[in-house]
């Protein structure tokens, strides 16, 4: 045997010596380990163990009974090596003491501090929204009721009323229900409220938004189904633009909206200085009129996005009294309307020219604009010389009555146009009456304009 190998072997105790352990000292396990390094004792911490968390928390532990500290002391006591076999030939050796076991401390939760909660809190609602968790975290106990109901935490709303097919009078109980609900948050949770979404609504608006609890708002969508039969809402303007100073975005879509009972003259509001979108698109004829119009944007110089799909009533002059000089955004569209409604009308050319160099997005489908009237207003995006190309990149003339010589000429003067829609329009040619996306088939298009015989008078 070589020397080291001889030195190891006499250093190393034989297994029944190192396996030999004093009668009644219990054998530390990887737990207790575990739990004498995390909380040592005199550190002023303490853990707690429950069926799927392992806490550190600060204080003293939870009181022992007596049972379980006579325990502890008998396992660490050490038995002498002499009295050893006299004690196991006096007295058979007892049961072992089993230990109750240690359900959770019901106050474990107003132990953890609010700033871990708040941020527990955050996590989650950032992921499924502060309704309905934060409601259930209320009830738990007094600090998850305190952190549930810090303002920070709801910046993001979305509120739905129950399904449509339900009965009518269990929906119409749990509708007044939400509502109520609603209400009562409005001036105690939403002082930080900064998005605020109602699906499916059926209910008057003013009564959510009276008050001005909602300082802070900045996008408010409110949204009904597609319904032809469903009731106007009204919605005081100059209540809400008190109300909501610094709304940015507003989206009332599918109303049947009713800005102000007629016959009274309203004192015009602080209007929106900070509104960048407004969009009042609807599937069927609304009530939305210039007047109507220039009461939610006197004072909206800032507007980028206006989506009047399916306002019929608005006209070119009124869009023209606008106050808002760099519009981008700026949808007429008239879907699902009757024939009655798309009567010929006049004056696209002030749309044109007020807002040509800024126009990214054009939407004129189904309006009953003239030939000529048309050519007037697309002119305005030929490029001057030593003028920039236009910005326009959408430009929709869904049925609408454009001309070939218009459309090549638009195209021409606006190189950065990526989607083009033609259809339904009577004066083109057959076989170009459908949607162009991508500058290959705009450029195409054009071709077979250029190339196309003229169509007969």
């Given at each position: ?5 001889a030195?190891?072997?006499?250093r190393r ?19 207790d380990?575990w739990?004498?390094?995390l ?6 911490y303490?853990?707690?163990?429950s069926d799927s968390m392992?806490?550190v928390?600060p204080g003293?532990?939870?009181?022992r009974?007596?049972?379980?500290r ?8 050490p038995?002498p090596?002499?009295s050893?076999?006299a004690?196991v ?13 240690q ?13 871990i909660?708040?941020?527990?809190f ?6 499924d929204?502060?309704m309905p ?5 209320a009830?738990?106990c007094?600090?998850?009721h305190?952190a ?26 749990a509708?007044?229900k939400?509502?109520a609900?609603?209400e ?13 979404t109602?699906i ?13 609890c ?5 996008v408010?969508?409110?949204?009904t189904?597609i ?22 975005v507003?989206?009332?879509l ?8 007629s ?16 969009c009042?698109?609807g ?10 119009l ?13 989506d009047?799909?399916g306002?019929?009533?608005i006209t ?6 606008l ?6 955004q ?7 309307t009757?024939?009655?409604l798309?009567?010929?009308?006049e ?5 044109t ?5 800024a ?12 030939e000529?009237?048309?050519e007037?207003?697309?002119a305005?995006?030929?490029v ?6 236009p910005a326009l990149c959408?430009?929709?003339?869904r049925?609408?009555?454009v001309?070939p ?6 195209i021409?003067?606006c190189?950065?146009?990526l989607?083009l829609?033609?259809?339904s ?15 290959e088939?705009v ?11 003229p169509?007969?008078?």
């Amino acid at each position: 045997m070589a020397p080291g190998v001889a030195r190891r072997a006499r250093r190393r105790p034989p297994r029944s010596v190192r396996s030999a352990r004093p009668v009644g000292v219990r054998a530390r396990s990887a737990e207790d380990w575990w739990w004498d390094r995390l909380a040592p004792s005199g550190s002023g911490y303490h853990l707690l163990q429950s069926d799927s968390m392992l806490l550190v928390l600060p204080g003293p532990g939870p009181a022992r009974t007596r049972v379980q500290r006579r325990a502890a002391r008998r396992t660490q006591r050490p038995v002498p090596p002499a009295s050893r076999a006299a004690a196991v030939k006096a007295r058979p050796r007892p049961a072992p003491v089993s230990e109750p076991q240690q359900g959770p401390d019901p106050g474990w939760g107003d132990r953890i501090p609010l700033e871990i909660l708040l941020q527990i809190f955050g996590l989650l609602v950032a992921s499924d929204g502060p309704m309905p968790f934060l409601g259930r975290a209320a009830r738990v106990c007094r600090r998850w009721h305190e952190a549930a109901s810090q303002p920070a935490l709801w910046h993001t709303v979305t509120l739905s009323p129950p399904l449509a097919g339900r009965l009518a009078k269990s929906g119409a109980k749990a509708e007044k229900k939400l509502l109520a609900s609603l209400e009562w948050l409005m001036p105690n949770r939403f002082s930080q409220l900064q998005r605020l979404t109602l699906i499916h609504w059926k209910s008057q608006v003013h009564p959510v938004l009276k008050g001005g609890c909602c300082p802070q708002l900045r996008v408010l969508e409110v949204s009904t189904g597609i319904n032809r039969n469903s009731t106007p809402l009204q919605l005081p303007v100059e209540a809400l633009q008190k109300g909501c100073p610094q709304l940015q975005v507003l989206r009332l879509l599918n109303l049947m909206w009713l800005p102000k009972p007629s016959g009274r003259v309203v004192t015009p509001g602080p209007g929106f200085p900070s509104l960048e979108e407004l969009c009042l698109a609807g599937s069927s004829c609304n009530f939305v009129s210039n007047e109507a119009l220039g009461r939610l944007l006197h004072d909206s110089p800032n507007l980028r996005l206006l989506d009047l799909r399916g306002c019929a009533r608005i006209t070119p002059g009124g869009l023209r009294d606008l106050p808002c000089q760099d519009l981008e955004q700026l949808h007429l569209g008239l879907y699902g309307t009757s024939d009655r409604l798309t009567l010929a009308k006049e004056g696209s050319h002030l749309l044109t020219q007020k807002w040509c160099h800024a126009l990214r997005e054009l939407d004129l489908s189904g309006q009953g604009f003239s030939e000529k009237d048309l050519e007037q207003a697309l002119a305005a995006f030929s490029v001057t010389p030593g003028a920039s190309h236009p910005a326009l990149c959408s430009l929709n003339l869904r049925g609408t009555r454009v001309t070939p010589s218009t459309v090549s000429s638009v195209i021409s003067s606006c190189p950065g146009l990526l989607y083009l829609n033609l259809e339904s329009c009577r004066c083109l040619p057959r076989g170009l009456k459908r949607a162009y996306r991508g500058q290959e088939e705009v450029q195409w298009c054009l071709e077979q304009l250029l190339t196309s015989p003229p169509p007969s008078s």
